[in-house]
């Protein structure tokens, strides 16, 4: 494998710093950009859902627009590969981003009812195109062994950037969550040309890629996918790429819920105050902090049965914590919000790098499409099921997440038995 983005193969002291100093090129572009767009993510992210309320969207529209979200992604899943291909990773990210990210924040900002927000999750579901030609980059010509770390800096670049929540806080007790969150908006996308324009240019196409695309560049789109269907049986033939997706189906499930749902049920079951759902955010971007420091470095995607098991066991025990929780719990929502983090902080980064490790390097970024469609055919429906569940008890999206993490810890014990009788095979 190509390690050009990689300066050295040493690896004193800690391996997540020692990652950090050594990537330049496209994974250092990718990695020192990302803040660009997590600072404005953690502005806003813990007001979404309580924003579409104060513009009078009932929690079933909140559920509907998380499930367009969800069906465009699994739309645009099937394209991102073919493009990435067409186009190459550095034209596909700057184009699909535009559309993504850049518009969906500005009509974010100027937001009147639910249509707004309808089109703007139909738009920003085209991030699953870009996210493609932007994994390429990171992953190409980077050390496999180096995946696990690479992941994690990613999310540290998130969860540094999750300090600036406070200044939702005193914002939002000052100007309310309306006017707050189109300022906040505003900023975002104004922050997404910055980042696009950085990566851009600061990027060089991989080999694969420049090969990919004068392999493809002069076949047609819709020709390109229809003769993908041949990788897409192989995939689905292959039980541990089966087992990959669905672990990462599972994470998308209980993310999604958390962030659209999660809120509500703080809001309006715990009877907490709107200001102190960015008090959690940072508590959460904290405690994920400090768990990816001194956690992540131990870890290796060779070895993930028992911190993924561990992860999934503490989620659900944090989950059945909140349905028993009585209103005005504020110091057990802090202690469930710190155990979450230490969960999610092997989870996301192991999921991920799980993902990665059983794709083939050649058909990385048509596999990469079709392993996002095929999360998004199990994780779409659930945006509508957990507003519906909302709807009737703002705790019954969590009691949702507790069986779907269920479902995450059978695969995972299946996955490692598959790789396991692989490896005695070999």
């Given amino acids: 494998m190509n390690d050009r983005g990689l300066k050295t193969q040493k690896r004193p002291g800690n391996a997540l710093i020692d990652t950090l100093k050594s990537v330049h090129g496209n994974q250092r572009a990718c990695l020192f950009t990302e803040p660009l767009y997590a600072i404005p993510f953690n502005l806003f992210i813990p007001f979404t859902a309580i924003y579409m309320a104060a513009l009078g969207l009932s929690p079933f529209q909140i559920g509907i627009v998380a499930t367009l979200n969800m069906a465009s992604q699994m739309v645009s899943a099937l394209f991102g590969g073919v493009l990435a291909d067409k186009l190459g990773r550095r034209r596909a990210v700057i184009t699909f981003d ?59 670049s998130g969860l540094i950037s999750g300090f600036v929540s406070p200044l939702s806080f005193f914002l939002v007790r000052r100007f309310s969550v309306v006017p707050t969150l189109r300022v906040v908006y505003f900023f975002a996308f104004a922050m997404m040309l910055l980042k696009n324009a950085i990566l ?25 996918l229809w003769d993908s269907r041949g990788l897409l049986k192989t995939m689905l033939q ?61 870890m290796s995607v060779r070895r ?54 059983v794709l083939d390097d050649e058909e990385r970024a048509r596999m990469l499409s079709f392993s996002a469609m095929l999360c998004m055919l199990f994780t779409a429906p659930f945006g509508m099921v957990a507003g519906w569940l909302s709807r009737i008890d703002r705790a019954l999206p969590i009691a949702l997440n507790a069986c779907i993490l269920l479902l995450a810890i059978y695969l995972t014990l299946r996955l490692h038995k598959v790789q396991e009788s692989a490896y005695k095979l070999s």
């Fill in 200 to 224: 851009y240019y600061k990027t060089h196409e991989t080999s694969v890629a420049i090969r990919r695309k004068k392999e493809t560049g002069h076949i047609n789109v819709f020709a390109r």
């Fill in 304 to 357: 993930f049965k028992r911190p993924l098991l561990a992860a999934f066991s503490i989620y659900i025990v944090v989950d059945v914590m909140y349905l028993l929780l009585p209103q005005g719990a504020f110091a057990f929502l802090v202690l469930g919000t710190f155990m979450e983090a230490f969960a999610l902080s092997i989870i996301i980064p192991m999921s991920s790098s799980i993902e990665a490790s």
């Fill in 98 to 156: 535009m559309l993504c990210w850049v518009l969906p924040h500005l009509i974010w900002s100027f937001a009147q009812n639910a249509s707004w927000f309808y089109v703007a999750a139909l738009l920003n579901g085209m991030w699953r195109i870009s996210n493609v030609s932007f994994s390429s980059l990171l992953v190409e010509e980077a050390d496999r062994d180096r995946l696990v770390h690479m992941y994690a800096l990613l999310n540290i």
């Fill in 238 to 298: 292959s039980e541990k790429i089966r087992l990959a997706i669905g672990i990462m189906a599972c994470t998308l499930v209980v993310k999604n819920v958390t962030d659209n749902f999660w809120p509500l049920f703080v809001t309006d079951k715990l009877l907490l105050p709107d200001e102190t759902l960015s008090l959690f955010n940072t508590v959460r971007s904290l405690s994920m902090l400090l768990c990816t420091l001194f956690l992540i470095p131990r």
